[in-house]
């Protein structure tokens, strides 16, 4: 490395700032566990068609004398693999921008920061995370590692977040900020300062003192502020990740067997429509027995109590009906007919993991049914009578599996 690299790098984390200024720079993201670029992931295509136009650009004009790329990952697994990992995610930038924009990898300097550590702090720091107050304490007070007087480790930060309130602030970092960690900053720092341009006036042969030479629109920071890629102080934090349909299952009805199914589809950011259907179609022909039930209940469901980048999780109120049919029969008298529901629905859903949640409730409303009464007689059903039914109470008792899927980012106003 010649002393001109080295001294611009010193100059670099230094936040020095000499002639040389920013150019522009772009923020790279990742999939978990994967070091390739991906033009098809978030909005990286953008990012870099723009970015490698600039130094194209610059390289063409000779002003080009440097560029960074620094590469982070998320805490989600071995600390030492994450090091790795950042790493080569620097180095297949640094590739691509080689093939890409045509400029030699000589200018390009790279940095593989392992964990994005500070990145995270700022993250929780600017959001309303349950528990906040408690995760800062242990981002800010936790050594990565601790280790017993043996120098053994019996103790991190990691290890404390994870097993921080059973785990719930950990799940929430997990899907909301884990995603923005994984990411690389490529930043163009330098240009070579432009000669000082002479003007001559038409009347006089006397030189003018020499006037500023212009920067290009292009520089991406103020003049005042000093030219440096510690960028995780003006990071953002990620619009979190929300999905925007569900598929369930109730495992209460699945344990009578009666198999359940519902898909909930979210309109708005505390506006869902749900659709159930349960059925259960066993028939024992020995002795005429018969459990077969099938019913379908639409509900539309209001949610209160959410945490901000979560509209899933928390308390909601729904306004269902339904349709059941039904056959029920325990070998001495049996009861066929049909019922129509409706009432009004309580419940709460909570995360368990990256994408699976479990949601409890109950319904509560009035039930008509006409059902007509027989007997099963030498393998033959006889017509007794036919009567009526009206209940009010609880018609519905939910313990359900929840599976989220189709991502969106979450925008204002919820997902369109």
Not at 32 to 50: I, K, P, S, T, Y
Not at 135 to 158: Q, S
Request: hydrophobic letters at 35%; glycine letters at 8%; aromatic letters at 12%.
């Amino acid at each position: 490395m010649t002393m001109k690299r080295i001294l611009l790098l010193f100059l670099l984390f230094c936040g020095g700032y000499v002639h040389a200024q920013e150019l522009d720079s772009a923020r790279i993201h990742y999939r978990q566990g994967h070091r390739e670029v991906d033009m098809l992931f978030r909005d990286n295509r953008a990012e870099l068609e723009r970015f490698i136009r600039t130094l194209r650009e610059e390289h063409g004009a000779d002003r080009l004398e440097s560029v960074v790329i620094r590469s982070w990952a998320s805490p989600e697994g071995v600390n030492r693999l994450n090091g790795v990992l950042s790493e080569r995610r620097a180095d297949s930038l640094k590739s691509y921008l080689v093939r890409h924009a045509g400029i030699p990898d000589s200018l390009i300097c790279i940095h593989g920061e392992g964990i994005a550590w500070d990145m995270l702090r700022q993250m929780v720091a600017a959001s309303d995370i349950l528990y906040k107050e408690e995760v800062l304490h242990i981002l800010d007070h936790t050594p990565v590692w601790v280790f017993d007087k043996a120098g053994r480790v019996v103790d991190g930060r990691k290890k404390q977040l994870m097993d921080l309130r059973g785990g719930m602030p950990y799940t929430y970092m997990l899907e909301n900020f884990f995603p923005e960690l994984r990411s690389s900053l490529s930043v163009a720092c330098y240009r070579k300062p432009e000669p000082p341009v002479k003007v001559i006036s038409q009347k006089e042969t006397k030189v003018k003192e020499p006037e500023p030479a212009l920067q290009p629109d292009s520089v991406a920071e103020p003049a005042s502020e000093p030219a440096t890629v510690r960028k995780e102080a003006t990071v953002q934090p990620h619009r979190p990740t929300v999905q925007r349909l569900a598929v369930k299952t109730n495992l209460l009805y699945d344990a009578i067997l009666m198999p359940s199914l519902e898909v909930e589809y979210r309109i708005a950011d505390r506006w869902t429509v749900n659709l159930e259907g349960d059925m259960a179609w066993w028939n024992n022909d020995g002795k005429h027995k018969c459990y077969q039930v099938a019913t379908i209940s639409p509900e539309g469901r209001w949610w209160f109590g959410q945490k901000q980048g979560s509209p899933w999780h928390g308390h909601y109120l729904g306004v269902f009906g339904g349709f059941t049919w039904y056959d029920l029969e325990n070998g001495k008298e049996g009861y066929q007919g049909e019922a129509e529901m409706v009432g009004v629905s309580y419940g709460y859903m909570f995360p368990i993991g990256r994408r699976l949640s479990l949601e409890a409730g109950i319904g509560l409303g009035y039930m008509h049914s006409k059902y007509e009464e027989y007997l099963p007689i030498d393998g033959h059903y006889v017509y007794q009578q036919t009567n009526r039914m009206n209940y009010f109470g609880p018609l519905k008792l939910k313990f359900a599996l929840v599976w989220r899927l189709w991502d969106t980012d979450k925008k204002k106003g919820g997902a369109r």
